[in-house]
């Protein structure tokens, strides 16, 4: 009976990926050399290709493994309640949090636990949760888990829309408790969303709150995952860069993306932290991050205000105007193959929108670039895209060489479409 009801299963697996398969939804591990050009991963900073920060690195962990032979070094040896913890994870929280000017700080094995921590335990019963309807994936995951009464999502970067919200839920059944201060309003936005690169009007957003929420009930979460290193004086986020530390509930920065190594971290106020401490089940039952990890954290932090990686940082703002110029230069045209938004962005990240994204990838990669597609679920379907991500390492001539081939690609599809050519290859796509 077993072995039929495992039969039926694996039918009903493979079935559901031959569905996916057929819809070109089918994910796939990939690799590339290493000699392929990079305008696809979040390492923005391109960190690990300084020679002094791998130094650094180095050195460190050769002093801890000196220094403390009897703590643990392959691992933290448990979760961070158990045995787990450690003065180097201690000491990483603070000094992260006074870099980032917050009260204290509590490290997550990745942004998506600590999001899911946050949304998870924080709403208390009875509590809204208005997000921007961009929000990643992990916010998602952990509003699921919530006892929040409410979830509602405002439209993307609009301020008008949340404050229409904000002032609809005050007309409802729950809003006497709202307006009298009785049950908190959480917002939940990014400071630079991943698919986009769209900047957050935070300032917009913290007026809204004040004027919409004069007892002081609402509380604003910004995940930072895509501006820390970039924005700000010595890449200390957006929030930061705005001054707006003390009007936002929670920041989440994380170490993934431009500071070239893995975790996170929660930066809030000392009671918050403690309630994390006792209620986030994705810190309580996780082993703790290796001291490896940590030692990558303090040495990217403390490359962060070099003169090398400011001019790196200088340089990347450089290269993300001109890569926009030269794409929008390739997209000429009625804009069905392809497409860019006019605005020069602020942030890495710049989205080329068109409705082949696997066949344009695919020609970039077979010619030395890692790009990827980018296609519904992960973005609203009709918006599916090549995401082209830029570093610190890129150079103006890999950005030129990028855009030829891109060019050559839209040549090449246009030549297919041409009447008495058929219908071309994605038309069987």
């Known amino acids: 009976m077993s072995r039929q009801k495992s039969s039926c299963l694996e039918d009903v697996l493979k079935s559901q990926l031959q569905d996916r398969a057929a819809e070109s939804r089918l994910r796939k591990l990939t690799s590339f050399p290493s000699s392929a050009v990079d305008f696809s991963s979040n390492a923005y900073l391109s960190l690990s290709t300084i020679p002094q920060v791998r130094e650094e690195f180095l050195r460190y962990m050769q002093h801890y493994a000196s220094t403390c032979p009897s703590l643990p070094l392959l691992g933290s040896g448990g979760s961070r309640l ?51 309807e961009l929000i990643h994936a992990s916010a998602h995951d952990g509003m699921k888990m919530s006892r929040a009464g409410q979830r509602i999502a405002f439209r993307h970067n609009s301020n008008s829309s949340l404050s229409e919200i ?67 004086q010595h890449g200390r986020g957006l929030v930061c860069e705005l001054g707006l530390e003390h009007a936002v509930f929670a920041r989440l920065h994380t170490f993934g993306k431009a500071m070239g190594g893995s975790g996170a971290i929660v930066l809030c106020a000392p009671v918050v932290r403690e309630y994390l401490i006792n209620y986030a089940r994705t810190l309580i039952y996780t082993t703790a991050m290796p001291p490896a990890c940590l030692a990558a954290i303090k040495v990217a932090y403390k490359a962060l205000p070099s003169p090398q990686v400011e001019d790196m940082r200088k340089h990347l703002k450089q290269l993300i105007v001109y890569t926009h110029t030269r794409l929008v230069q390739v997209c000429a045209g009625d ?22 994204p696997r066949q344009l990838a695919r020609y970039c990669q077979e010619r030395g670039f890692i790009v990827r597609p980018i296609v519904a679920p992960t973005v609203p379907k009709g918006s599916e895209r090549v995401r082209i991500c830029l570093h610190a390492a890129n150079t103006e001539s890999q950005v030129d060489a990028l855009a030829r081939a891109i060019a050559a690609w839209v040549q090449s599809e246009e030549v297919l479409r041409k009447p008495g050519q058929g219908m071309g290859r994605n038309a069987r796509l």
């Open 166 to 232: 904000l002032a609809r839920i005050g007309d409802g059944d729950i809003g006497k408790p709202v307006r009298e201060g009785l049950h908190t309003v959480f917002v939940v936005v990014e400071s630079v969303y991943s698919m986009d690169g769209h900047v957050a009007p935070l300032e917009e957003i913290v007026e809204t709150l004040h004027r919409q929420l004069p007892r002081g009930n609402g509380r604003l979460i910004v995940d930072e995952a895509h501006s820390t290193g970039i924005f700000g």
């Open 82 to 132: 158990l045995d787990g913890n450690s003065e180097l994870a201690e000491s990483t929280e603070q000094e992260i949090a006074a870099f980032h000017r917050a009260p204290t700080g509590l490290l997550f094995n990745s942004g998506f636990d600590a999001n899911v921590a946050l949304l998870g335990c924080l709403p208390q019963q009875g509590d809204i949760v208005i997000y921007d």
């Open 335 to 356: 804009g069905r193959l392809l497409r860019i938004d006019s605005t020069t962005p602020r942030s890495s990240i710049l989205p080329l929108f068109t409705p082949h």
